[in-house]
């Protein structure tokens, strides 16, 4: 039960536990504190213009410096972060503020953008789509130039990606501001199927629920609205960030790019809403559960009760009938065991007492 | 029962679900996903003026360029939207933005209006009286054009219809601004007939809590409440939408209409304030519920411990005459058998144990 | 039971359906919705000067027109709303908007402030002090002229005109405005005895709780709760009404009346206060309600557990000693049958049992 | 119980009704409703300059002129509000809106600032150190003048009056502002032992539920959770008083008595911090109290479960043993009461099925 | 389990309590109230510019005057604050306001910032790592010079103190206004590891909730989240204090430090979402301990019920034939007891009874 709630949909733990990798108290703002494990970073450059793009691994930042001068857009895709003394260069290389690098580096940053002079620097929330954590990736966004630094290879801009190479809809003759916009579109748009999915699983709980609640069930509730509750966390900056970027980052997003800021604003309500929605559902099933387990035990009650109550008066006269006084010393002593009809009318008797029980019992309604 | 609470008022499922139909993340902003199996979509014009009105079925957008130069309001009605080549063809006919284009079939968006240029994009959430979901509707205003665009032929503006028809009211002299407020306030009135229905449904769930509250009970207020939120959930963005065409629209809603937003702007206060009481209320008999549930349980307990507590000491009596003790080996072996007035002396010490338990539980307050 | 609650304070069902009558969606704005069995409306005026005053019955509104000419300020109150051409009549006379007769006819309006050129309109929604319910009243202020509309004869308004007919304090001295003010002052007081009987009925089903809770008390404290959900609804619009008429309304409220329109506020103020503690009181009393339930079913099961935990290992002794073994047949057979004190021996092993169970119990603190 | 309940700290029956004295709806707005039975005034003025102070009774307000004119500072303090004559006099004296003296008079005002002209009115709502009611003083700060009026003599501004009598610190040479602020700041650190005092009484039930919770402890935390909502209630509003004087009272306050206006407001936040949190601990202490009652039930339960699940399959092995079926009659009715060993047969029967459920017990964990 | 409490996490009863060393009501503003039994305090100057840095103790405050004037920075430490003279003199050689003395001197204060002419006085809560509870202390700040005031030596500063001893990082090379800020900021993230705590027993506690539940499982859980409570409220002033020093205060913090003081409120904004994911994990915590705990009460009454179920009726069918009618006197008399197999049949009646119970137990799914 616990592999599930931990793997499931939430990872709460990891969420809890994700932020560990910290400078600690009052060390020097700016300070990287890298995952020495993590595997060596690839530079992947992808350089395009109206006509055409190319694709490059690069191993030299000057490289990047050419390509930026050939191609009217660039887009440098950094894959890991475990090299700092790369990190450091890519700083100098972009004149970017140390408390930058440290956000880059230092992960478990909320959504955000932010201007440095002349970059606009934008921290994105990914979700993962088989797990319920969220990877961090940050953007650096300058005329003619958009980096991309990540934790993981693999991400969710693929479609961008071949957008980009096959020249699909506009993408090629916009300028970075679109690139970024997109890039941001697509991380917004990876929320969605995660809800399908958690939508989903609420389906399947709520049939629990109704049909064979177990604690399991309960237990994938909670670790449900939790992974929910977590997911939450993650849209709600964005909504922040793109009021942002529609209010005051007029000098990097052109007027053509602004709608597209608004339509992805109104995917994030969308979003908000939903997870919302999916709050509150998770929150009715917890109840429907409670309700439900407890109108189980009232059953049990009720069927203890009316079994109890029919048979213990009736056990307490055969009980009576048990003792041993001795009728042969007087005739008080138990003359019933004498009768002729002694045995058959104790039988009515019990009958008559457990027919009134149950018709009692038929009265209140418990049956 | 689950059918019941499915197929009840809110449809909570279908709410969770209608978001399915989406572009995948990364896609180019302004793809299009029809639903292949919709049926045909049919154009239809309803074109008036203060002296007359027309109604035809167009199958050209040609033909809509004569009408609108014909008449001074014209009413495009299109019925279906599987049909993505004409869906395109409306939008470069109306030179309509693509994002527009993507909402309008991209089902699942909230209440809002957007402007782009010289056109007012609405989109309504329409209740279904008879289910719970909601529709979504799109609304086109230009000078002297209104295009609504709809997923479902049938719909709530036959009242309106109407009116233009037959020349009720000031609708013909009045421009395509007043059309489309009249639209607009046509889809808020159609909630009241579902919140009706919803206070009705209320009205005989309380009637079964405080008379025979049943598990189906429960689930019907759980459903009804869900129904509650989703509805609220469709009626607050009308709040947002009609609050910035009252502030921003002064360019399309001439100010004799003015007036009619804000009384529509009311219309939607009463409508929250209404939804909000009615999830209070089921909030209510929620906890109604589980109150008489516990109540009965308490008395089901009440009279199981009534009979065990009577009778189990007076089985134990019982039981102690009913042992086989030798009285003829001695004399300190049950002589009371062997008493002459032994077995009534025994009912009468059952008796006075009975009275004396039941005069205890009689003092605890408990028949 | 349910009487009593759909009789008590609160009447939420009347709260709930009174919002039925209403045109159909789609319909024109401006319909009237009249109630057809409503008896005939009454118009009575109330003119006034500092010197004088004159209260007549009028059936022309042109009378009326003659009364303005005569007196500072006139008064017309009508007393039913059922007479449509009446109230299409009222509208032209004084040129108000379809909107405005609109919501007069429409009962179910919140209290509000609107302007219409120089007709300032007014929604005050007054508690019936016997019931839980509210009434509609509608008022129309222009310079010199004040009219109320009610649905029932008999308001809260006697003390105004008593006022008015005695020249008390400054109201004969003071415009039309200052009426409004006061007959909103009139509305807003009108709370107050209401929520003192609540306070009263909180006061003794405080002491049911504490004394003698039974299911009805649970049903009381619940339809309390709904009455005061209710008032509380009906009052926090005027915090906003009159918020508006102190920001917006200098056009008709002189300099001198503002004043009063703050003490006014105040008294909101300290009503929403009051309503607000109310609630939590009612919602205490629902979480003592259970506590106080919980705990006696808690004594309940101790007094059960008791019982059975004392006698069911003493009724088991006595059924080992009512075995019917042959002791005849060896020596192994029940030998304790035929000790010379097998019975009393039998007996205070029944006791040391019976005193180590209740010891048991009592260390348990169950006692 | 309900003495305690009543008396102790919260006192929130005086609290919902201490609102009774109060005009009928539709009074002449200015109405005075008095205490009839409450003792004859006392007027103390308490004149100071820099270099020294007076004090005396005054009965004549005439007399104030001349100290007014005296001393650059003169509080007048009145101590009964019974003597309507008096109020009115003091009303005309300082030429004072009639709505002033309505709150004046009319207790169970929130506290609260507001301009008259060149007065500032403001009520201060003070609590009882011994119980939980609040009661009303209300300030009339004037340039030279300050007046204080309460419902009962015995006041928390003893300290003030020694700082002026004694000339410590600054009061003497600061004006009419200053008072009023050292006036206010009285009242506002007044609440501090009150808190002190409920966290007491907190940290004492708590060791109640954790020792020995009884019905009793419940309804004490209810008592207490009251007396702090009730206390909130009137702390509240100070926050938005201060915030208006520091604000809008630049006229009253000069640039050297505002940083100690801000330092009561940071009293205030304090003061809002504290009894949130106390009223967080309350609430979490009613449900450690049902966890810790329910706990107990659970315990019970289980030790009911134990005992009968034990011995009732003993019992009734023990009763098929005491059946009278003839082993005479045939060799297959009830052989085994012929064996030799029968009798240590059936118990050992008895002691394995003891064991084994007690084994099945155990394994559950509920030893 | 008290002491589990109390030295747990979160100390709230000293949390209640530290706010107890406060002047009286109606004193003095600017009395201070120093604890007589603190050690005496320790005035510690780090002095330092780009190039070099100096440390000592000074015990005279001219001393405070020369290093200023040598040195670019510096920093003063004062570490207890039981010495009310001293407080005193250094509040005059700064020309402090009383107010801020008394702020200084009366622990218990929140997260502030305020301007007094040229000084900037900031008052930070630190949490102390092993326990819950935070501490105060008064940073001011005045160009060129940095006060510390601390009740208990022993600080999260040292980090700090080193990277200005050895020149690390650019804190050399900034003025007072970075050193303000890197104060601040190490305060921060003091809460960090503290929350990492947390999280961690949150962890732990999740595993007892799900394994083996005790009540002092609950007590803990309440521990931690009253602990959590308290950190939230020391937090959150942080942010309005950070908003306040990035909006007002230019005139301290230079241009360069302005991101840096940004950086720090995204510290604390993280904080605050760290700190409310916590306290949400903790109340799902609760509900699932009492979940689990209303599982296994449910599993109780479900062994109860079936025992009970089986087993009464059987005992009944033993008693009827452990009666003593005499099959002598006629042949109505329990002629069973004389069948040849009347055992067998008795038995066998047994267990079809019981079969059929355990059938319809089977069948209601209790097993």
Redesign the interface.
């Given at each position: 039960?616990?592999t599930l709630i931990r793997n499931g949909l939430t990872g709460?733990?990891g969420?809890?536990?994700h932020?560990?990798r910290?400078?600690?108290?009052?060390?020097?703002?700016?300070t990287l504190v890298v995952d020495a494990d993590a595997p060596p970073p690839r530079l992947t450059v992808l350089a395009y213009g109206p006509e055409d793009s190319t694709e490059e691994q690069v191993s030299d930042l000057g490289r990047l410096d050419e390509l930026c001068r050939e191609w009217p857009v660039v887009w440098l895709n950094v894959d890991s972060l475990g090299d700092e003394p790369l990190l450091r260069a890519i700083g100098e290389h972009l004149d970017l503020?140390r408390?930058v690098l440290?956000?880059v580096a230092n992960l478990?940053?909320?959504s955000?953008a932010?201007f440095?002079d002349d970059v606009l620097f934008i921290v994105l929330r990914i979700p993962h789509v088989e797990g319920g954590d969220t990877e961090q990736v940050s953007l650096l966004v300058r005329d003619g130039l958009v980096v991309t630094l990540q934790e993981h290879s693999g991400d969710?801009?693929?479609?961008?990606r071949?957008?980009v190479r096959h020249g699909?809809?506009k993408?090629r003759v916009r300028g970075s501001d679109y690139l970024a916009y997109?890039l941001i579109?697509?991380a917004v748009?990876?929320y969605?199927?995660v809800l399908?999915d958690a939508?989903l699983a609420?389906?399947s709980l709520e049939?629990q629920v109704?049909e064979?609640p177990t604690?399991e069930t309960?237990?994938r509730i909670?670790a449900l609205?939790?992974g929910l509750?977590?997911l939450r966390?993650a849209i709600w900056p964005y909504r922040e960030m793109l009021n942002g970027l529609m209010r005051d980052a007029e000098s990097i997003f052109v007027d053509e790019t602004q709608?597209?800021l608004?339509?992805c604003y109104?995917h994030v309500?969308?979003l908000i809403?939903?997870v919302e929605?999916?709050r509150?559902?998770a929150s009715?099933l917890?109840?429907?559960?409670?309700?439900?387990?407890?109108?189980?035990?009232?059953?049990?009650?009720?069927?203890?009760?009316i079994?109890?109550?029919v048979?213990?008066?009736?056990?307490?006269i055969?009980?009576?009938?048990?003792?041993?006084?001795?009728?042969a010393?007087?005739r008080?002593?138990?003359p019933?065991?004498?009768?002729?009809?002694?045995?058959?009318a104790?039988?009515l008797l019990?009958g008559l007492v457990a027919g009134g029980l149950l018709a009692f019992v038929w009265r209140?309604?418990?049956l």
């Open positions: 039960m616990k709460h733990r969420g809890l536990r932020h560990r910290r400078p600690p108290p009052g060390a020097m703002p700016g503020h408390l440290e956000d478990g940053q909320r955000k932010e440095y969710c801009f693929d479609g961008v071949d957008r699909k809809g993408i997109a579109d697509a748009d990876q969605f199927p399908d939508g609420l389906d049939d109704f064979q604690p309960l237990a909670h609205k939790r509750v977590s966390k709608p597209y608004r339509d109104d309500v969308r809403d939903l929605a999916q509150d559902v009715d917890l109840n429907m559960y409670l309700s439900t387990v407890s109108n189980r035990m009232n059953e049990v009650m009720k069927v203890l009760t079994i109890a109550t048979f213990i008066p009736l056990s307490f055969a009980g009576v009938y048990g003792m041993n006084f001795d009728p010393v007087s008080w002593n138990m019933e065991l004498g009768w002729a009809l002694g045995y058959p104790a039988l019990m209140k309604g418990w």
